[in-house]
């Protein structure tokens, strides 16, 4: 987008009174609706013990900063085609360090 075109957008949005916030405060029921939906499943055949939750607990965890949490739950949507929207994938990332890694 040209920059005069960029200008005319911004202006009209401010003028039109709409509020786009820069970030979405995350879902978390969302996310936790999801992850028992489409991610818990897999995570328990994966597990081999049958719990869904032993993935993100265990000891050898792939999982080591809240950056890398968002890339595998991006990378999951991705190559097993869940079809969530990229507010879906915050929602999931935020239950999921709320809930197992408490990254801040």
Do not use: W
């Not at 978390?28 to 328990?44: E, M, P, R, S, V």
């Not at 993100?56 to 085609?81: F, G």
């Amino acid at each position: 987008m040209k920059l005069p075109l960029l200008k005319l957008v911004l202006s009209l949005i401010a003028f039109l009174g709409l509020n786009v916030p820069a970030f979405a405060t995350p879902d978390l029921a969302n996310g936790k609706k999801i992850d028992q939906q489409k991610c818990y499943a897999c995570h328990a055949k994966k597990s081999g013990f049958g719990n869904g939750d032993m993935i993100y607990t265990r000891s050898d965890s792939k999982v080591k900063n809240l950056q890398n949490l968002k890339s595998m739950v991006a990378m999951c949507n991705t190559e097993l085609r869940l079809d969530l929207f990229p507010e879906d994938e915050a929602d999931v990332a935020a239950f999921l360090n709320k809930q197992f890694y408490k990254f801040k």
